[in-house]
Every structure is written in structure tokens, then in C-alpha cells.
């Protein structure tokens, strides 16, 4: 396996064994990675601003990062988001912050923003943006 496939599998693998409620962000049209974690019987939902008229193969829900409905994400443990504009960090640590779930970034490149810690299990570059509180977990 290579290229993106590849990078979706290692996100994917690690995510699966640390998150039981998750949604990933800014999903765009590419499931892979939550379509993995939906698989391996976790609780996961998917958002973007756009509406799709196909039929996704996760649950997904159009709501905005930048304009949360923040309802849609009481009692998740993860948020994550897959290469996101680099103008969605700071919009994904308020909601992660605001819900008190980790949230989990994978950039494109080597792109990394204030604040963000490298997490060494991952097989590649994942970085902590926000850590839920000791008390949640």
C-alpha cells in the first residue's frame, strides 16, 4: 500500500484501539479513514459543509467548524481532521476545547501550527492539538 491509502490505514490504526465516539471534520468526499473506524464497530460520524446527494458510507452531517452546532458533538472522545485548511485549526482546538475531546490532526506535508504535540505511536506525522481533561477520561 501506498501514498494517501497508506496514511489513511495508519491513521485508521491508530485511532481505532484509543476512541470508542468519534467524528472526523471536514471530511470532503473522501470516507476511507472513517469508513476503517466505522468497520471496526466504532461510533463515528462525519461533517462538512457540503452536501452530498449520494449516499455516504458513514452517518455525516453538513455543519460548519468555523459555526459549530455543538450539540452534534456532546459525548465524543475524538475529534480528527485529515490535511483541513491550515484556517481550520484554530476553529477544530475551540470546538475540541469546548467539547473537552482530543483532537487529532493530520497535515499535509510537514505543516505543524502553534500548540500542536507529535504523537510517537502514530506510524506517521499525527499531532495532538487538544487534550481532553484527565477527568473526562
Known sequence: MSGFKHIEESISRYIIPHYHRICEIGVG????VAKQIHNAGRKIFCT??????????VPYIVDSVFSPTYSLYK?????YAVRPHEEMIAALTSLARFIDCDL??????????SGAEIIPQAEIP??????RSILKK
Open 29 to 32: 468526499q473522501n470516507f476511507h
Open 48 to 57: 462538512d459543509i457540503i452536501q452530498f446527494l449520494d449516499e455516504t458510507p
Open 75 to 79: 459525548n465524543i472522545d475524538l475529534i
Open 104 to 113: 487529532i490532526v493530520y497535515h499535509l506535508g510537514f505543516e505543524r501550527f
Open 126 to 131: 499525527l499531532f495532538f492539538y487538544y487534550k
